[in-house]
């Protein structure tokens, strides 16, 4: 069993690069051949141990919740034929795993969106999911990798990635001394700087462990780039108290927030990931 026991899926967000088809569907149920985004992020945080999924719907997204229950109508048409493996995977999820949801009623950004969490984490250290970035890894997880790093230091971790400089305006990005191999203590952290005054190219993804006293945080955080109570500026409280670390996770991550990204995680996992028995 980890230390840590929930992890939260911010999906409330309306997916505009992706319409028209996120006019009536979640972002966060586009498939990757035949799995929704949403599920490959529910087996991460169950490769890091973790059994509690706390998502953060909206209006529009009630397929999340019919997606992780049992059709009864579905399970009596294919039982007994060899259809049913393939509900396999979501039957052990559906049982090794709890779910519970809220709706974030205005979209004020992503740090208001955790803050909607609360009720579903209460004072305990917890994951943060953003499924549409999808990971792939070799060894343990993005997630397992950080929760093993979150019992030996104690303190928020945010992942990170290398990214080219002309794109530093589309992730938060960090400043920080690296305390070991791919390790930083977070000094910095600006949302979605220009390339000129950026103060890295270390952008952080969609991954994070934070400390519960980011809820009071949060609640004291006015809002920042674009108007949305932004994450980043709730972190930087942390780190100024040097509460953050970065790590540059081991494995490659695909933005299925954007078209291109989507595409070529489609490709990737049909290629290497996708089970066709
Ligand atoms: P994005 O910046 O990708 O926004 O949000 P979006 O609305 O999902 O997509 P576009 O830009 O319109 O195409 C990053 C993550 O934060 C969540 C989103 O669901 C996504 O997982 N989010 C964002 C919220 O849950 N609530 C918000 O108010 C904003």
Not at 71 to 80: D, P, R, T, V
Not at 184 to 196: A, H, I, L, N, T
């Amino acid at each position: 069993m980890s230390v840590i026991k929930k992890c939260l899926f911010p999906a409330a967000g309306y997916g505009t690069r992706f319409l028209p088809v996120t006019k009536s569907m979640p972002k966060e149920m586009l498939p990757l051949v035949n799995k929704p985004l949403i599920e490959y992020g529910v087996d991460e945080a169950m490769d890091a141990g973790i059994h509690g999924m706390a998502i953060i719907t909206g209006r529009g997204k009630r397929a999340l919740e019919d997606h992780f229950d049992i059709s009864y109508e579905l399970e009596h048409q294919i039982a007994g034929t060899k259809k049913e493996g393939a509900l396999a995977d979501i039957r052990r999820i559906i049982r090794e795993c709890t779910f519970s949801y809220t709706r974030q009623v205005e979209m004020k950004g992503l740090g208001h969106a955790i803050l909607t969490g609360e009720t579903l984490i209460g004072d305990d250290p917890f994951a943060v999911l953003l499924a549409d970035d999808y990971c792939v890894t070799e060894g343990p997880g993005v997630l397992a990798q950080m929760v093993a790093l979150y019992e030996k230091y104690q303190c928020s971790i945010v992942a990170i990635e290398e990214v080219p400089r002309d794109e530093t305006n589309k992730y938060g990005v960090i400043d920080g001394v690296e305390e070991a191999p791919g390790l930083y203590r977070v000094s910095q952290m600006v949302e979605k700087p220009d390339p000129e005054v950026a103060p890295s190219n270390l952008a952080i993804i969609g991954r994070y462990i934070l400390t519960p006293d980011i809820f009071d945080i949060l609640r004291e955080t006015p809002p920042g780039r674009n108007d949305e109570i932004q994450i980043t500026d709730a972190l930087m409280t942390q780190a100024k108290m040097g509460r953050v670390l970065a790590y540059k996770f081991k494995g490659r991550r695909f933005d299925c927030g954007s078209i291109e990204g989507f595409m070529e995680a489609s490709n990737y996992n049909f290629a290497h990931v996708y089970r066709k028995d």
